[in-house]
T-cell receptor, first 115, second 116 residues
Framework: AQSVTQLGSHLSVSEGALVLLRCNYS??????LFWYVQYPNQGLQLLLK??????LVKGINGFEAEFKKSETSFHLTKPSAHMSDAAEYFC?????????????FGSGTQLTVLP | EPEVTQTPSHQVTQMGQEVILRCVPI?????FYWYRQILGQKVEFLVS????????KSEIFDDQFSVERPDGSNFTLKIRSTKLEDSAMYFC??????????????FGPGTRLTVL
């Protein structure tokens, strides 16, 4: 079984400040890891993913995340927040094998960017 | 750019009524999924569908739920007798293939189901 924990359901940062969204996972086998963003009244959009290879992955909109196996973490960062980053962010895992590959999501973190 | 579409965007129904939520996946995709998000809670997997049959389903996906791909384009989720607790946003997703390498799941905008 897989699970995802996102620390903090809400995060407020000032425009230009560092964004750090935390994600820890539990999985009996190496998973694939994802961050999705959800803007109001929209679906889920993939920000970035880790499957294999380099543990630091870069995504869209200046976001990046680092897979740390020893810490079972996949925290999402952005050096400088922009007003347009205000949204809900979801960390997710999926099995790295098998055909269905369904996603298991964390509870989400609502990011507010203050002017 | 191809996208997953869902209709309706909002469905209001009375408890006990049947509802059908519709999704049009991206045309060359082979795996299809339904997820739901109860207000204020996490997105939860319901069911995956491949080759005209269910591949995996969660505990949530009980006998009140069914999925179908009635033609070459639509993918539907039916709830036979809706309960108040079925009120949620339902997301459809599709993937080109789910074999040995990773493929991104593309999500639709969701259908908000309200059961009164």
């Amino acid at each position: 079984a897989q699970s995802v924990t996102q620390l903090g359901s809400h995060l407020s940062v000032s425009e230009g400040a560092l964004v750090l969204l935390r994600c820890n996972y539990s999985s009996s086998v190496p998973p694939y890891l994802f961050w999705y963003v959800q803007y109001p009244n929209q679906g889920l959009q993939l920000l970035l993913k880790y499957t294999t290879g380099a543990t630091l992955v870069k995504g869209i909109n200046g976001f990046e995340a680092e897979f740390k196996k020893s810490e079972t973490s996949f925290h999402l960062t952005k050096p400088s927040a922009h007003m347009s980053d205000a949204a809900e962010y979801f960390c997710a895992v999926s099995p790295s094998s098998g055909s269905a590959r369904q996603l298991t999501f964390g509870s989400g973190t609502q990011l507010t960017v203050l002017p | 750019e191809p996208e997953v579409t869902q209709t309706p965007s909002h469905q209001v129904t009375q408890m006990g009524q049947e509802v059908i939520l519709r999704c049009v996946p991206i045309s060359n995709h082979l795996y299809f999924y339904w997820y739901r998000q109860i207000l204020g809670q996490k997105v939860e997997f319901l069911v995956s569908f491949y080759n005209n049959e269910i591949s995996e389903k969660s505990e949530i996906f009980d006998d009140q739920f069914s999925v179908e791909r009635p033609d070459g384009s639509n993918f539907t989720l039916k709830i036979r007798s809706t309960k108040l607790e079925d009120s949620a946003m339902y997301f459809c997703a599709s993937v080109y293939r789910g074999a040995s390498s990773y493929n991104e799941q593309f999500f639709g905008p969701g259908t908000r189901l309200t059961v009164l």
